[in-house]
């Protein structure tokens, strides 16, 4: 079946530090591939996606792209600020579009 | 404004209550979703309905129940029979083709005492 595998947090960063965080997928076929971020108790909101492969998705200074090759959607962002520490989860969606499988999240702290 | 609501945000209950828990979206998306959310763990789908009077059983169904009278509902119970029901919930709602991009509502935290 389909699964996201993300490196494990917790990850700490200084404020304008680079951030990488690596998201692999097995699926069958195309899937469509998200990055959400929660903040403390909140819901999840949707950060970017990319719906085939090559595509760049981008929002709010972050960055992934869907590498089938490597089956990898690794999440980045040049310069990260305090405000960006919260937890961000890599997600697929299958073939048969009924439901979202989603890693296991990432802890980010940023430190001023 | 769309968008999905969940009440209340905070709900104590005693063991051995059934509780319902409310989500409400006015997005007009055909498909919902249940996940459950404990400390430091990811999500893990309880139920999803994708049309009206129809749902299926997530990953950890049991000790939970659903309904999908209306498109825009999807209450969920959790019964007595749910051996740790203390977490955090998340109800999502999706337009489900061709991307199933989710949104999400703000969670309710349930303690069971």
């Known amino acids: 079946g389909d699964s996201v595998t993300q490196m494990e947090g917790p990850v700490t960063l200084s404020e304008e530090a680079f951030l990488t965080i690596n998201c692999t997928y097995t699926?069958?076929?195309?899937?469509?591939l998200f990055w959400y971020v929660q903040y403390p108790g909140e819901g999840l909101q949707l950060l970017l996606k990319?719906?085939?492969?090559?595509d760049k998705g981008s929002n709010k200074g972050f960055e992934a792209t869907y590498r089938k090759e490597t089956t990898s959607f690794h999440l980045e962002k040049g310069s990260v600020q305090v405000s960006d520490s919260a937890v961000y989860f890599c997600?697929?969606?299958?073939?048969?579009?009924?439901?979202?499988?989603f890693g296991e999240g990432t802890q980010l702290t940023v430190n001023p | 404004d769309g968008g999905i609501t969940q009440s209340p945000k905070y709900l104590f209950r005693k063991e051995g209550q059934n509780v319902t828990l409310s989500c409400e979206q006015n997005?007009?998306?055909?498909?919902m979703y249940w996940y459950r959310q404990d400390p430091g763990q990811g999500l893990r789908l309880i139920y999803y309905?994708?049309?009206?009077?129809?749902?299926q059983k997530g990953d950890i169904a049991e000790g939970y129940s659903v309904s999908r009278e209306k498109k825009e509902s999807f209450p969920l119970t959790v019964t007595s029979a749910q051996k740790n029901p203390t977490a955090f919930y998340l109800c999502a709602s999706s337009d489900r083709v061709p991307y199933n991009e989710q949104f999400f509502g703000p969670g309710t935290r349930l303690t069971v005492l």
């Open positions: 990319a719906t085939k492969a090559d």
């Open positions: 997600a697929l969606s299958g073939a048969s579009g009924s439901r979202l499988t």
């Open positions: 997005l007009n998306h055909d498909a």
């Open positions: 309905s994708q049309i009206v009077n129809d749902f």
């Open positions: 699926a069958t076929g195309y899937p469509s």
